[in-house]
C-alpha cells in the first residue's frame, strides 16, 4: 500500500525514552518538512517509528530502536501520547501532508553498541537520520528539539521517576 491510499490513513508511531546515567538517548533527524520556516533543518527526536500491521506496539519499538541505534530494549510503560498534523489544526488543509499518532514509552537498554542506524524505508542517499547520541539531560536546553515539550518532560520524568507515570496526552499545536 503506498501512495495516496497511505496519504488517508492515520500512522501509529512509538518512541522509546531511555535514560541511563543523567543522559537521554536521542536522534537527530532532518526535518520532516523542508523548506517551512516553522521547522529547522534538523532536529532531536526520540529513537522510534511506524508500527506495521500485525506488529505488537512493544515489537515495533524493539525494532525500530536497534534499526536506530543499534541497541536492544526492554519496553517499561506508555509515559506519553502525541498528536501530530501537518499542517497543524486550523490551518488550510489540515493535516493533508502528515497525520500521525505516537505513543511514547519508558525503555531499558538491554544491549549492543550504540551506532546511527538507518532507516530501512530510504536508501543510503536519502538517510533522515543524522546520528544518534546519548545527550547530557543538564544540556538538553542547548539542543533542538521536538516534539517541543520534549525537553521539559524528559527533565521531569528522570528527576520524579517514570515508572508510576500517568500517559500525558499533547496535541499537534504542542
Same mark, same amino acid.
Given at each position: 500500500?503506498?501512495?495516496?491510499?497511505? =496519504? !488517508?490513513?492515520?500512522? %501509529?508511531?512509538? $518512541?522509546?525514552?531511555?535514560?541511563?546515567?543523567?543522559?537521554? *538517548? &536521542?536522534?537527530? /533527524?532532518?526535518?520532516?518538512?523542508?523548506?517551512?520556516?516553522?521547522?529547522?533543518?534538523?532536529?532531536?527526536?526520540?529513537?522510534?517509528?511506524?508500527?506495521?500491521?500485525?506488529?505488537?506496539?512493544?515489537?515495533?519499538?524493539?525494532?525500530?530502536? =536497534? !534499526?536506530?541505534?543499534? %541497541?536492544?530494549? $526492554?519496553?517499561?510503560?506508555?509515559?506519553?501520547?502525541?498528536? *501530530? &498534523?501537518?499542517? /497543524?489544526?486550523?490551518?488550510?488543509?489540515?493535516?493533508?501532508?502528515?497525520?500521525?499518532?505516537?505513543?511514547?514509552?519508558?525503555?531499558?537498554?538491554?544491549?549492543?553498541?550504540?551506532?546511527?542506524?538507518?532507516?530501512?524505508?530510504?536508501?543510503?542517499? !536519502?538517510?533522515?537520520? %543524522?546520528?544518534?547520541?546519548?545527550?547530557?539531560?543538564?544540556?538538553?536546553?542547548?539542543?533542538?528539539?521536538?516534539?517541543?515539550?520534549?525537553?521539559?518532560?524528559?527533565?521531569?520524568?528522570?528527576?520524579?521517576?517514570?515508572?508510576?507515570?500517568?500517559?500525558?496526552?499533547?496535541?499537534?499545536?504542542?
Amino acid at each position: 500500500m503506498g501512495g495516496v491510499a497511505e =496519504m !488517508e490513513q492515520v500512522t %501509529l508511531r512509538v $518512541s522509546g525514552l531511555c535514560i541511563r546515567d543523567g543522559e537521554v *538517548l &536521542l536522534v537527530e /533527524h532532518k526535518s520532516f518538512a523542508p523548506g517551512d520556516s516553522a521547522f529547522p533543518d534538523s532536529y532531536w527526536i526520540l529513537p522510534g517509528g511506524r508500527v506495521e500491521r500485525g506488529e505488537t506496539l512493544q515489537d515495533a519499538l524493539c525494532r525500530e530502536m =536497534m !534499526e536506530e541505534t543499534g %541497541l536492544s530494549c $526492554s519496553v517499561g510503560s506508555m509515559v506519553f501520547v502525541k498528536e *501530530l &498534523l501537518y499542517p /497543524h489544526p486550523g490551518a488550510p488543509l489540515q493535516g493533508s501532508r502528515h497525520h500521525s499518532l505516537s505513543l511514547g514509552f519508558h525503555c531499558a537498554v538491554t544491549g549492543g553498541e550504540t551506532v546511527t542506524g538507518k532507516d530501512p524505508e530510504y536508501p543510503d542517499d !536519502e538517510q533522515m537520520i %543524522l546520528r544518534v547520541d546519548w545527550i547530557p539531560l543538564a544540556e538538553l536546553d542547548q539542543y533542538e528539539l521536538y516534539p517541543p515539550f520534549l525537553g521539559e518532560f524528559v527533565q521531569k520524568g528522570a528527576a520524579d521517576g517514570f515508572h508510576s507515570a500517568v500517559p500525558e496526552f499533547f496535541d499537534s499545536l504542542l
